[in-house]
């Protein structure tokens, strides 16, 4: 009884051992956010299986030693029964029971039943030579020993109790779990990718596209970054603010800074010139395939671009204040060239980051027009070249750039047959699974993308990201296409991450792209107004006189911008989020401020403070 308690021990803990593993990695997987999961590295990833193997090689080992144990205890055993028989009736029954294998608690307690056998058929013969020969006949009469093994064997099995036969069998299909287990983790273990292509060349050669260099503007914005000195801390909050809002004291923080800034700002203006701007990426093949392409140079050149930008813009409200108008008006003009060359090229970072300083020229040039009486010549001349920048062809935002992240990880995360195709490896496990229940059923059924596949459906989710980007927020929202956002990503859940990413760029490129339409409207109006004595009547007018191309569209209405005359000046408001017009009236915070893009409300553009 106690051998049968220690292996009942023994295979108790190795059961548990591995029901608790298992428990981990479906618990993980399961209650876990998957966003969560995705951002795990993949070594810790392929240890949540290891419980499972460590419990497993543990009750092994224990196993081999309580083997070894009781192996020295039977062969002291064994040995003292043996002195009874003789040596060939004693080889004869070490054979039997050898070819028994069976459990030892059965081979024990028939070994004890022959040795019995034998001593009673030899307790009365007298000589050895009389044992000698009863030992003969008994192994003649018993006959071969392997099939005698076999025979006790089946015996045996026929005659165990029900509940023995249920824990075999139990044994038995835990095994097979276990080895099905190994399996197909192996089938994701074997296997080598093949790399093939650099992506970071694929990326420069893209953003590139073949152009001369003395083209580009990077060289000059470098060595502005180089020359960039960091905003005061005290200054950061203050650096949007018009200048006569400001106390002496906050003036010369500013103005210090934005001198320390003047070779790197005139650095900056020299590459505006420039008709074209790439960067030139560099990483390790290690980090681009863990999503970390823009090294620290990288973010740090953006990070600088985004000082110089702010120091740009507060040298221009300041020539504003002092009544410098054409010089604030130019600086802003390349502020907005500064940042059209960061969009529709490269990685999203950097066109979102383009995106920004755009945003915040066109609110300084809004802050000049309202703040300063600005001549009617000089309204023309800033109304032209934003037109005629805006007019140039180029996207806001373009996601080919984002594409290597995944070309990436289809090379590195799949095998190649050489013909386009390939299965996926542990390295690209968590990026095509779909959700928990699709990678637990994808791991044990093998029912995860192939090299093929995968290609297919990153190039399908691009190509219709970029299709719902071209729509505007109206016409997503007639032919009721805004929910195409939610479906495009549901083929793998990193895709699924990504999508409210790509949709929240989306609002923020129609956002962009309403303020470039308003704010080439409000320069209009207002060199109607300086020209003419007074405000339009309406859009249509300033069409007719060509002080506009053609009216300016809301994307949230599909119509034209609300334009409104009063005696004090003009209202220019879009319907918003909402899609209703709500009479000019905007969303406010408690204290009365605009809360700015509300959900809520009209976005009311002009005047700026209403």
């Not at 299965?423 to 959700?435: A, D, I």
Request: overall charge negative; proline content about 3%; charged content about 30%.
């Amino acid at each position: 009884m106690y051998r049968f308690i220690a292996y009942l021990g023994v295979v108790a803990s190795v059961i548990l051992g591995t029901m608790l593993g298992l428990a981990i990695l479906i618990l993980i997987l399961l209650e876990q956010p998957f966003e969560r999961f995705f951002d795990i590295h993949l070594q810790e990833f392929l240890f949540y299986p290891l419980p499972v193997l460590g419990a497993f090689v543990a009750g092994f080992l224990a196993i081999i030693h309580v083997r070894r144990s009781f192996q020295k205890q039977r062969e002291q055993e064994h040995g003292e029964y043996l002195d009874s028989v003789s040596e060939e009736a004693g080889e004869f029954l070490r054979t039997v029971i050898k070819k028994m294998r069976y459990i030892k608690a059965v081979r024990r307690e028939v070994w004890e039943e022959l040795i019995c056998h034998f001593e009673d058929e030899l307790r009365e013969c007298e000589t050895d030579e009389q044992k000698q020969r009863k030992a003969e006949e008994l192994i003649s009469e018993f006959g071969d020993a392997k099939l005698l093994g076999k025979l006790l064997r089946r015996a045996k099995k026929r005659c165990r109790p029900l509940w023995r036969e249920i824990t075999a069998r139990t044994f038995q299909a835990i095994g097979v779990i276990i080895l099905y287990f190994m399996i197909c983790f192996g089938r994701f273990a074997i296997g080598t990718p093949t790399i093939s292509v650099n992506y970071i060349d694929w990326l420069n050669d893209r953003v590139r596209a073949n152009r001369a260099e003395s083209e580009n503007a990077y060289p000059y914005y470098k060595k502005a970054v180089e020359a960039c000195v960091k905003i005061p801390e005290q200054a950061y909050k203050i650096c949007n603010m018009w200048p006569g809002d400001l106390n002496d004291v906050e003036v010369q923080i500013l103005l210090e800074w934005a001198n320390d800034n003047e070779e790197a700002l005139e650095l900056v203006i020299e590459g505006t010139k420039r008709p074209h701007y790439w960067t030139v990426y560099s990483t390790t093949e290690k980090a681009l395939f863990e999503g970390g392409l823009p090294d620290d140079a990288l973010m740090k050149e953006l990070s600088s671009y985004k000082t110089l930008a702010r120091a740009l813009n507060w040298r221009s409200r300041y020539k504003a204040y002092k009544g410098d108008i054409v010089s604030a008006l130019g600086d802003c003009f390349c502020l907005v060239k500064f940042s059209n060359q960061q969009q529709g090229k490269g990685l999203l970072i950097e066109q979102l980051v383009g995106i920004a300083i755009e945003a915040l020229a066109q609110s300084t040039i809004s802050m000049i027009i309202e703040k300063v009486d600005v001549p009617a010549d000089a309204l023309k001349n800033i109304q032209e070249q934003l037109r005629n920048e805006y007019a140039r062809a180029h996207n806001i935002i373009n996601l080919e750039g984002e594409k290597v992240f995944w070309y990436d990880i289809v090379q590195r995360g799949f095998t190649d047959d050489g013909k386009g195709d390939g299965r996926v490896l542990k390295e690209g496990l968590p990026f095509v699974v779909k959700n928990a229940k699709s990678a637990l059923m994808g791991f044990f059924l093998w029912t995860y993308p192939d090299r093929r596949e995968f290609m297919a459906t990153i190039e399908r989710y691009f190509e219709q990201a970029g299709v719902l980007l071209g729509k505007t927020p109206w016409q997503l929202q007639v032919e009721g296409e805004s929910r195409k956002w939610d479906e495009i990503g549901k083929e793998c859940n990193m895709l699924q991450i990504l999508e409210p990413a790509h949709r929240r760029v989306g609002q923020l490129v129609w956002r962009m792209k309403t303020h470039r339409v308003t704010l080439l409207t409000v320069l209009a109006v207002l060199r109607y107004e300086k020209e003419n004595g007074r405000c339009p009547e309406n859009l249509h007018s300033l069409v007719g006189l060509d002080y506009l191309k053609e009216l300016p569209m809301d994307p949230w209405s599909d119509k034209p911008l609300v334009y409104k005359r009063g005696d004090d000046g003009f209202v220019l408001y879009g319907v918003g989020s909402n899609f209703t017009d709500d009479g000019g009236e905007a969303a406010r915070y408690d204290d009365g401020r605009i809360r700015k893009y509300a959900d809520e409300g009209d976005w009311v553009f002009w005047p700026v403070g209403k």
